[in-house]
């Protein structure tokens, strides 16, 4: 178990597993087990991270214009969730790329500003989130900005195959292959059936 920071305060952790032998022979349906145990036992709800760092699903982020800096920005946030109830864990401003992002606490919060947007001296500033696919099982594989492939489904499947499912000793089994289309980008999942014997 591995604190999501040493530095900031957050309400998550990561769980995985430190066996060295694991990284030439994965096996995520040990922690999915254990995924489903936590879930179905305690008040605490395991899911798969789509990334190593920071839990970006519950980030979002402000763009400031020549009117407001970043710094002035954060501070009417700042004002503006608290007034309203919003437990922010971290927060940051950047000069050098404009922006204002923020780590919130209640998923439900992120939904709300996403469909109401903060308004400062008149002017509404839109809520905004990074592209993150949370996967739902841990080989998930995720290809992005597919639009342009003619056989997008066939090209994937057949490049794990040649890559994964003769160097492993089993043939590669897509499980699931779906094409999905969030925020404005085309991308293609497959999730393998199986890459280590069950």
């Known amino acids: 178990v591995t604190p999501a920071s040493n530095i900031d305060c957050l309400d998550y ?3 995985s597993l430190r066996d060295c032998d694991l990284r030439e022979n994965p096996r995520p349906d040990y922690l999915e087990d254990a995924r489903v145990l936590i879930n179905a036992s305690s008040d605490v709800t395991a899911s798969w991270s789509p990334n190593k760092d920071q839990d970006k699903t519950r980030q979002v ?3 400031t214009d020549a009117s407001i800096s970043p ?4 501070a009417n946030l700042d004002n503006i969730f608290r007034s309203q109830g919003i ?3 971290t927060s940051w401003h950047s000069d ?9 606490s209640n998923p439900t919060h992120i939904i709300n500003l996403l469909h109401q947007y903060p308004i400062i001296n008149g002017k ?14 841990g080989l998930k594989v995720i290809v992005y900005n597919v639009n342009n492939w003619s056989y997008p489904r066939q090209t994937i499947e057949q490049y794990l195959q040649n890559c994964y499912g003769q160097k492993r000793g089993n043939q590669w089994f897509i ?3 779906s094409k999905i289309m969030k925020m404005h980008t085309v991308l293609y999942s497959a999730i393998p059936k199986s890459l280590f014997p069950l």
């Open 175 to 177: 499980a699931a292959a």
């Open 71 to 74: 710094s002035e920005l954060k």
């Open 87 to 89: 437990e922010v864990l």
């Open 13 to 15: 952790v990561f769980v």
């Open 124 to 137: 509404s500033y839109r809520t905004q989130q990074s592209l993150v696919i949370e996967p739902i099982y």
């Open 61 to 63: 982020f402000y763009t």
């Open 96 to 104: 050098k790329t404009k922006r204002v992002t923020y780590t919130l």
